[in-house]
Each structure stands twice: as structure tokens, then as C-alpha cells.
């Protein structure tokens, strides 16, 4: 549950602490005091889109946090998640624990956000928060009229899998697309694939091979040279070592005559080695050249293999403008897109894909049908049964599923609610026979229902369910009951010792005097700034509150009303887990 939430600079608030129990909560105020602003605070903390206009005028950000206490339960659902995502799970263990989550806004409208201290994405501030609160607006009503909120508040209810079925259909819809496709383009494909049939066989006769070019150039450059290098090679052989006057001779003939001298005069050894190692340099050119002329072969057949290689690469090259080294790779190229097409004009395999994705979906269809036949009826009888306690005694919900024709993205069937006013009527579509304050009622059983089902199916780690004035349209007795159900949402649990949280903003006195504990927003100006203030009100100032809240001036007769009120809608109340304590605020005199 919501333990702690903190503002500092957001919207009209400069700062605020305030300590949160569990029990059922009521935040009341005048019309325009800012009623919905701990509601407004909690979602952009809890992931919900955020701009520069929630600073504070004047500030440079709003700096938010909410501390949550979580139970064991919720803690061993949680922990997985976290750990997967990196962040401290030091403050959770078999006992429960804390989680913090921060969200910080600047001036320019850029957002940061945090969980235990680490930085957070908003989808990762989102999917948390999803499990820790559970919040229904005012305009709660008007989603029941759309298909889609009503088909999201059954699976919900009935734990569909709300990812199988988007991934399946997305792959169903993707493999008959390409079926499709390949159908309508088959003359088109097969032109194409025929073509590339015919420019590789005329590659493949070439088969050139990677680096082929590069090898063929060098040899044929090597072969076309041969003449040349016989002769160059002879030449230099000659005046190495086998013409009549040679440099090998030469210098053998120096290195003799310096011999005989060298041992009278030591100047000239350094020169005599020298000319030695001259004379053995010359010998392994010698060598080296007769390797050559020994080896090197005229072959004008291999030149002419070579000729007639080279200009077909360079004929292709021509052919498909592209450079002759490429002609590997384009090889490659071609191939994979032939294969490519083989593939897109197999229909046979395309329609055994289609067939396949089909009963993936079909398989996540029927299970997700199996689960809203299952949940169907135990929401209506649930919201029939809240319907009789709201004013509308003898009327009955209905939650209609009708099959489907063709194939949707959602399952087998539609989803419809269907209501029937009084007793003796057939139940019709929601939205043409509701009322607006019928409809208002209606989404209070709804989500009163929802809740208590969720609480069933979750066990101890109930979340945090917040009513932003959804007892909008509602009076009289059906007021009561309405702030009897909230009362009731937040008793303690029997036989347990921790208490389900319910946040209200209403403008119901009925509603508040049910409340466990009572929160008051007003607002001010203090220093040429208007700001916002939210305390907590006991004892003789909840009369007060409670006594304006009926309406009119406040007078002894109000007062007296507002003190029954209270008495009354407490005597038969459970007692909340953390009764006697109730929220606790901390802030500053301008916030």
C-alpha cells in the first residue's frame, strides 16, 4: 500500500510530505481547491505522461515520490521483475518490504525517474505501478460504452493472456500477407526469378572464384613478360660471373692482390672484407639468376588461357557494369535472391505457413474464450448484486458474448454489457438504455466488483484502489451505500492483519463520514502565489468539513446532521489495520 508521498514544486504545491494508512481514505474540498492533485501526483509518479506544466511557476522541477509497503506476497511476485531489470531489492525479502519510486519533471519538460535509487524508464515505471495501485476516475462511466475498455475490464478479470493474442494475430495477419502477396505477384515473380536463373547460369560457367582476378592478372602479367626476363636475366648473369671480363672475376682478382699486403699493412683488412663479402654477394646473384633462366618457361598456350579468362571476366564485368573483382560476390548475391524467390513463389510452404500461424492464434483464441465463459457470468451475478445496493433495485448486468463470424484480433467474440433498468426488462447495450446517473452507478459496481474480485484473485497484496470522484451523479441514500461499499473496500481483512487501501475524492458528505480518515485540500495565496494545502481533519474540524459538505451556510443544524452522519457510518464500520494512527502530513506553511 501507498505508505508515503512527497511533493516538492509540483503544480501548486512547494512542498508536501504525507504519511498514508490503510483503510478507507476521504479527500474532500472546495470546488477548485485541488482536490485531485495527490491523484495527479501519484500517476505522474507512477509512469503517466508528464510536461512543464506541473512545475511549479517559478521552480526549475517538480521532484515526486511515492513509498510503497509491500507485503510478502506482492514481494515474491515482484522481486523476478526487479532483479531482471537491475534494480536494489535489498529493503524486500520473505516478510515484505519497501519499494520507492521518484520521478522527477524540469522546467523545459524533460523527465527522469527512479525505482529504489536506480534510474527507471516511464514503461518501467508503468508496468510497477500497474501492480501496486489501482486507480478509477470520474469518467469511469464512459469507457463502458467502448468496445475495447469493456473487452480489457473482462480479461482482466478473467487473467486472459493479453499478449498471446496480439502476437499470434500480428503473425497470422503477416503470413497471409506474404500469401497474398506472392499470389498476386506470381507472374511478376517467376519473370524475375527466370531472369536471375539466366545471369547466374552465365556466371556459374564462369565460376569465378574470390581473389581469382588478383592471381590471374599476376600470371599473365609474369607470363606476357617471359622474353623480357630471360633476357634480362642472361645480361646480367654475363657481368655477374660468366662474360669474359665479369665482376666476380674482378674482384676475386682485387681480393689476391690485397691478401698479400694486408698482413703489413693493417689499413687494408677492413677493405679486404669488404671486397669477401662482395665476392660472396655476387655469387648468390649468380645463383639466383641462373634459378631464373633455368625456370622460366615461354608458354603461349597457358598466356593464351589466360588471354581468353581474363577478357571473359571483363566481358561479364562490362555486361552487369560492375568492376571484375565484384563478380564473386555478385554471384553470391544473385543466388540468395533467387532463393528468396523460390520461397516467395512456393505457395504450397506459404499456405502451410498461414495454416500454422492460424491455429497458433486459434490456439490462444480458445483459451482466452474458455477463460471470458468462465468470467462472464460470475461478473454479472457480482454486478447485478452491487446494482440492487445503488438505487437500482430490480435491474440486472449482463455480460454478453456473442460469437463472431470472421476472425478478430481479439478472440472468437464480442464483449457487450447489457443492462436491463428494473425488474421484468431484457437487458439491452449499456449505452442506449443507462442514464448518466445510471451510468455513473453502474461504473461504481463495476469497479467496486472489479476490485474485489482482483483482491480474491491476487490474496493478501491487494493494490491501492483510488476513486477520483466516480460517485459523481449520485445523492441520497444511494450515497451511503456508496460510501458503505468504500468503508467496506478498506476494513480490514478478517482474520488477517493487514488492511486494503482505498483513496477517495468526493464530494459526497455521505461518502466522507464513511472514511476512516478524513484529508482536506484548500488553497490560498500567500505571497502574490496561490498554493494548495492538504491536512488531516479529526474530531471537531471533520464535523465542520463534513457539515459543509451537506451544503449552505454552516449551522447548528448542519453540524448536529454531520455529527449523526459520523456516528452512524462508524458504528457498524470494521476497524482498519492501522485505525487510531491514520495519514500523517508534514509540510511547509506555503505548501
Known sequence: MLRRLSLRDFVIVSELDIELDAGFTALTGETGAGK?????????????????????????????????????????????????AGFDTAELDERGGRLLLRRVVDAQGKSRAWVNGSTA????LRELGEQLVDIHGQHAWQSLTRADSVRALVDAQAAVDTTALPSTWAARREARRRLDEARAKQADLERERERLQWQIAELAKLAPQPDEWEALNAEHTRLSHGQSILDAARVALDMVSEAELNAEGLTSRAIDALDEVASVEPRLVNALEVLREAQAQLQDAA????????????????????????????????????QAHELPELL??????????????????LERDVTQAHAAWLKAAQAASKLRKQTAPKLSEAVTAAMQTLGMAGGRFEVALTP??????????????LVAGH????PRPLGKVASGGELSRLALAIAVTASQQAAAQRGAQVATLIFDEIDSGVGGAVADTVGRLMQGL???????????????????????????????VSKS???GQTTSDIRLVEDEARVQEVARMLGGAVSDTSLAHARAMLDAAHTQADTPASAGHGPKRRNKETA
Open 404 to 417: 463472431q463470424e470472421e476472425p478478430q484480433p481479439w478472440g472468437l467474440e464480442t464483449i457487450d454489457f
Open 287 to 322: 645463383h639466383s639468376l641462373n634459378g631464373v633462366l633455368g625456370h622460366t618457361e615461354l608458354d603461349p598456350d597457358r598466356l593464351g588461357e589466360l588471354d581468353a579468362r581474363l577478357s571473359a571476366w571483363m566481358g561479364l564485368a562490362r555486361r552487369y557494369r560492375r
Open 490 to 520: 478498506g476494513a480490514q481483512h478478517e482474520g488477517r492483519n493487514e488492511g486494503r487501501q482505498v483513496l477517495a475524492v468526493t464530494h459526497l458528505a455521505q461518502v466522507a463520514a464513511c472514511a476512516h480518515h478524513h484529508l482536506l
Open 36 to 84: 485531485s492533485i495527490l491523484i495527479d501526483a501519484l500517476q505522474l509518479t507512477l509512469g503517466s505522461r508528464g510536461d512543464a506544466g506541473v512545475v511549479r511557476e517559478g521552480a526549475q522541477r517538480a521532484d515526486l515520490s511515492a513509498e510503497f509497503e509491500v507485503s510478502p506476497a506482492l514481494a515474491a511476485q515482484l522481486r523476478p521483475w526487479l532483479d531482471e
Open 332 to 349: 553470391q548475391t544473385w543466388q540468395a535472391e533467387l532463393a528468396e524467390l523460390d520461397a516467395a513463389t512456393d505457395l504450397a510452404a
Open 423 to 426: 425488474a421484468g426488462s431484457t
Open 525 to 527: 495565496l500567500q505571497g
Open 121 to 124: 524508464t516511464l514503461t518501467q
